[in-house]
């Protein structure tokens, strides 16, 4: 089968009006997946590094595969949910969400190039920045400029909320001069263009600039990094044929690893032009670090409020957190 041209989302509310006037998942022929790419960077970097992969999906599976585009998870989540999207690529809070709001579950892991089993959230400033460390960045006086990515961003948005500022109890909003909000590449392009003086990362993102803007990346400085986060993710919808399942699942736990040498290089190299070494067969446990940040951050939320309410859910938060088990003793410095 030839992979069919890309469609692009438009904005997330655009979107949900568009299917929520569905009123129920999309019926569609069965061997035809649409499959979710979050753009964590120009299309015009972007889609050239997935063509061949993508090209390749449709070849081994002998299904059509529709790629579907989108610059936020909202966007993707929702046209998974109403059933325009049946499989997907996402980091780890993305595909928290396709599996808690959009009936998907869990079906493969990636590895990274770097030989790194997940990829860390990062703060970065120019390297010229007088900002030095972290209690520079977080004096909050309000003189300063931040970059956040999407407000749904695990590495762009939640991590930097849980393990940088929750700790130290800073609210965002109260500390900086401005907030705003964009993808990685722009917050990248922004610190070295000095609209701001510090922005979140992540270092796939990182990598990928390195590779296609050096200039870029040869101008910044990392101030701050996360633990480990887990590497991204491949979900499936819930209700998709098993047969269909099961062709996805066997293509991305075998792509670099079977048939001819030759073919195996050339998939390995396809696989390096997107950050990702081979994939793994996975299962929604490993989630279980995305449902810690998501305790913590409405933990954080509630910081301040002495309601009846406020605190009957702090104590069943904290319940939540000793019963999920999640290791969180190493926090970024």
Known sequence: MMMKPIRRAGAALALALAV?????????????????ILSTES???????????????????GL???PFLADDYAALIEATRFGQVQAGWYSTKGGYEAVNRAES??????????????????????????????????????????????PNSGSGTLVPLVFLFAPRNIDPSACFKTVVNANHEANALSVVNKLIDAGTNNT?????????????????????RSPLLGSDVLTYRKDLDPSVKAKLQNFFVNYGRKG??????????????????????????????????????????????????????????????????????????
């Open 20 to 36: 929520a006037s569905c009123g129920a998942p999309e019926k569609q022929d069965p061997n035809t997946v649409n499959f979710s």
């Open 43 to 61: 299309s015009e970097n972007l889609l050239p590094k997935w063509q061949p992969f993508l090209d390749d999906m449709a070849k081994e599976t």
């Open 64 to 66: 059509t595969i529709k």
């Open 105 to 150: 579950e869990v079906f493969a892991q990636a590895t990274y190039s770097d030989g790194v089993a997940g990829y860390y959230s990062v703060v970065m400033v120019r390297k010229d920045s007088p900002l030095k460390k972290v209690d520079d960045l977080l004096k909050c006086d309000k003189t300063l400029d931040f970059g956040m990515g999407d």
């Open 204 to 224: 796939t993102s990182l990598m990928a600039i390195q590779r296609s803007r050096p200039e870029i990346a040869g101008q910044m400085r990392e101030l701050w």
């Open 260 to 333: 001819s040498p030759e073919q195996q290089k050339r998939e390995q190299a396809i696989l390096e032009q997107l950050e990702w070494d081979n994939f793994y067969k996975a299962d929604n446990s490993v989630l279980d670090q995305n449902r810690y940040i998501e305790l913590k951050r409405e933990e954080f939320e509630l910081r301040g409020k002495t309601d009846a309410a406020s605190a009957t859910r702090r104590q069943e938060l904290a319940a939540e957190i000793v019963k999920l088990g999640y290791d969180a003793s190493k926090v970024g410095q």
